[in-house]
């Protein structure tokens, strides 16, 4: 039997992020015995070793490194079914249909693109309401795969476009963002070389697929953290030049020549049937 129950899967994908029966009976809050039993009954249905157990806690074998994978995005792809259907069937106050679209946006990017097209999707005939949810870092792409956002205005190179549809929209470059005082405030321009190794000026971390890349720089939780660190003469920070939007006095802003361009895009998912959505793809495109 090929068909998998999304409870199955739910335990299967506890036990192997937490690589403990113990902590995943835990995470669902049930006792271990059944967990355990249930996670057997799977592997026996597939034919298939999913996890190595020892006395230290379990690893995956590689089709459990595959249902790993393929579970995540399964779960994801139901909450997403739930969370958009339950906005599918919103009301107003009184009482009517309500159309409403969730954008995601990485906090602190785009900012004037992003005013202009909810400026000019706000003027179009029957135009939704859209609901703008700031993310981290890198965390548009999540909000897509499992619901909690419609559509995102996403960043290549930094962020992955795999598995949706996407409009470019626009290319520019990035920048060194430092603090006002600092001698390199003056330069006409930085390469990364220089950005990446000024001994007084950390580069500032941000997470990277569960964890920090290495350095000496602050790890970096969320935009106003960023913000009054550089002001503070803690840390320095690559972006794209639409930054200069939210800049303080304290900030100075300087092209880093090297620095590949960054594009962005609007993204959604490809079995994407709302009208609404695509009335809002076309009125990015115009812009």
């Known amino acids: 039997m090929d068909a998998l129950e999304t409870r199955e899967l739910r335990y299967f994908v506890a036990v192997a992020e937490e690589r403990h029966f113990g902590r995943a009976a835990e995470r669902l809050g049930i006792a271990q015995p059944p967990l355990s039993r249930a ?3 799977l592997e026996r249905r597939l034919g298939v070793r ?3 157990r020892d006395r230290r806690g379990v690893s995956l ?3 459990g490194e595959m249902l790993l994978h393929e579970g995540r995005a399964a779960l994801d792809a139901v909450t997403a079914a739930a969370r958009r259907t339950r906005r599918a069937g919103g009301v107003d106050g009184s009482g009517r ?3 409403r679209l969730v954008l995601a946006v990485k906090s602190g990017a785009s900012h004037e693109l992003l005013h202009k097209l909810l400026d000019a999707y706000a ?3 029957a135009a939704a309401e859209i609901e703008v949810l700031l993310s981290g870092t890198c965390e548009q792409e999540g909000m897509l795969r499992d619901g909690r956002a419609d559509v995102a205005l996403m960043h290549a190179p930094f962020n992955s476009l795999a598995g949706f549809d996407s409009e470019e929209l626009t290319t520019e470059g990035q920048v060194a963002i430092l603090p006002a005082g600092h001698p390199l405030a003056a330069r006409a321009s930085l390469s990364l070389a220089e950005v990446s190794d000024i001994p007084d000026l950390p580069l500032a971390r941000w997470p990277r697929h569960g964890g920090y890349p290495p350095g000496p720089g602050p790890e970096i939780h969320d935009q106003g953290q960023l913000t009054q660190l550089i002001a503070l003469g803690r840390t ?4 794209p030049e639409s930054a200069r939007a939210w800049l303080w006095a304290e900030h100075a802003v300087v092209p880093v020549t090297d620095a590949p361009p960054v594009v962005t895009h609007i993204a959604w998912p490809t079995h994407s049937r709302s009208l609404a959505l695509a009335a809002l793809v076309r009125t990015a495109t115009r812009l």
């Open 61 to 63: 074998t590689g089709a």
């Open 123 to 125: 003027a179009e005939p």
């Open 236 to 239: 320095v920070a690559l972006y």
């Open 39 to 41: 996670i057997q009954q």
């Open 50 to 52: 999913l996890l190595e």
């Open 97 to 99: 249909p309500r159309d």
